[in-house]
């Protein structure tokens, strides 16, 4: 009985292997480096958080929520862990009489830094 033709790779091109390994690599670790822009989905995402005010915080056993106002006066609820704001903010913590957000800030030499930015409860005129 004869064995089957065996088949030597030797000095012949790998189509499974990789045409531009260097370049490969390089976009690798830049990707490690940066973090990808999150994506806005919603439409609290698309406002910077200087046009953005709440106008009532809602205290519940299962979690504060806060009403939150835009420029044009549409309200959303909000929540912790709701992103808000163009840096990809997002709600760390509801209090008594503000909202706590913490976003991602790209500085000029391209590091990210964490910020939390305050947003707090804007009281009825005439009220100290």
Do not use: C
């Amino acid at each position: 009985m004869q064995l089957a033709a065996s088949y030597d790779a030797e000095g012949r091109f790998d189509p499974f292997e990789p045409l531009f390994k260097e370049q490969q690599t390089q976009s690798m670790s830049s990707s490690k480096d940066k973090r990808s822009k999150r994506i806005p989905q919603t439409p609290l995402e698309k406002v910077a958080l200087a046009q953005l005010k709440v106008t009532a915080i809602i205290r519940a056993s299962s979690g504060n929520r806060a009403l939150v106002e835009d420029a044009t006066g549409k309200g959303y609820v909000v929540k912790v862990g709701t992103y808000m704001g163009l840096n990809s903010g997002q709600v760390v913590r509801i209090d008594n009489d503000r909202v706590l957000v913490e976003e991602e800030i790209e500085n000029i030499a391209g590091e990210l830094t964490v910020e939390n930015q305050e947003l707090k409860l804007q009281k009825p005129a005439g009220e100290l």
